[in-house]
């Protein structure tokens, strides 16, 4: 099980146009997430022990005025 935790994420009322186009965006397939099973001690693990498969996205085509 993959838990992600994301804190104090917040949107600013200049970024709302942005962020609904993106959500109007038709969804991709979840990629698939690999871990290398054979590094058995967690300190072992590197960059490459990790993949990311069929990852695919939109082109970034937004205008997102930086909140100051």
Excluded: W
């Excluded at 949107?11 to 590094?39: C, N, Q, W």
């Amino acid at each position: 099980e993959l838990v992600h935790v994301i804190a104090d994420c917040h949107i600013y009322d200049r970024h709302i146009p942005a962020v609904k186009a993106m959500l109007e965006l038709e969804g991709y397939p979840a990629p698939t997430f690999r871990v290398d099973e054979s590094v058995k001690d967690f300190y072992a693990f590197t960059k490459d022990s990790f993949t990311l498969e069929n990852y695919q996205y939109h082109p970034f085509a937004f205008e997102i005025p930086m909140a100051i």
